[in-house]
């Protein structure tokens, strides 16, 4: 099948091992993975801060970029909803670029989805000697409703032992522009998750956006825990070779 890869800001600029890593897996599957050069941020941003007509150019963009592929795949829950849920909205007030958004948007998946629901696939072949956390992140839970589509394909993973979070669904306190405008709320949610983390004895936590990891894995960096994070298409592209 040939895939292409939607990387995300965040991946691009922050997290790129991520985005690697979701070619590299998919690549040992068997498929090809294609990069259009011409993509840019979502929208998402702008979208979630309240500048609907700035986003609008980004989601043309974005279905001019991905409109001749038949699958497009994202390392990112957070960005594949947006996708899904927001693009035709901001388009609304043109009729044809919505229908194009939703068609798009009907193609898109999040890494888990493409792996269990098109491709049908729950043993990746991976292997990741780590004791492992997972934690569900708010829009690939709520919004995307991806399930334990994650957890299946971590227990499949040779090598790798898989302890529960307590109170697993709760926010990380991320929440993109939330963490700044409402910082004090945003910590206190941050100090409830790295407990819950911590509590598991697990040395790394994983997720399927990279922003949450980016939260979490800060306050275990500052409160130097020795727990690092690592985004879910990292661990599935693992294997006995590499590691």
Do not use: W
């Amino acid at each position: 099948m040939r895939i292409a890869l939607f990387a995300t800001c965040l991946a691009d600029t922050m997290f790129p091992a991520a985005a690697k890593a979701t070619v590299l897996l998919l690549e040992r599957l068997g498929h090809e993975v294609v990069f259009p050069a011409g993509q840019t941020c979502c929208g998402q941003m702008h979208i979630n801060t309240g500048y609907q007509k700035d986003a609008l150019p980004l989601v043309r963009r974005h279905v001019q970029t991905f409109e001749a592929f038949d699958v497009v795949v994202a390392p990112s829950g957070s960005c594949v909803g947006s996708v899904r849920h927001q693009h035709a909205m901001v388009a609304a007030g043109e009729p044809a670029l919505a229908a194009r958004a939703t068609s798009v948007a009907s193609r898109t998946f999040e890494l888990s989805e493409l792996l269990i629901d098109v491709l049908g696939v729950e043993d990746v072949g991976a292997y990741f000697p780590h004791r492992v956390t997972y934690h569900p992140t708010c829009h690939s839970l709520r919004v995307l409703r991806v399930g334990d589509k994650p957890m299946r394909l971590l227990r499949n993973v040779r090598g790798l032992d898989l302890v529960e979070l307590p109170a697993a669904e709760q926010c990380c306190g991320f929440g993109g522009t939330f963490s700044v405008k409402n910082a004090d709320t945003s910590t206190a949610m941050l100090a409830d998750k790295m407990r819950h983390v911590l509590g598991t004895g697990a040395d790394v936590c994983t997720a399927g956006d990279a922003s949450c990891l980016m939260h979490i894995g800060g306050g275990l960096s500052r409160l130097r825990t020795g727990v690092r994070t690592v985004h879910l298409a990292e661990i599935l592209a693992s294997t006995e070779a590499s590691s």
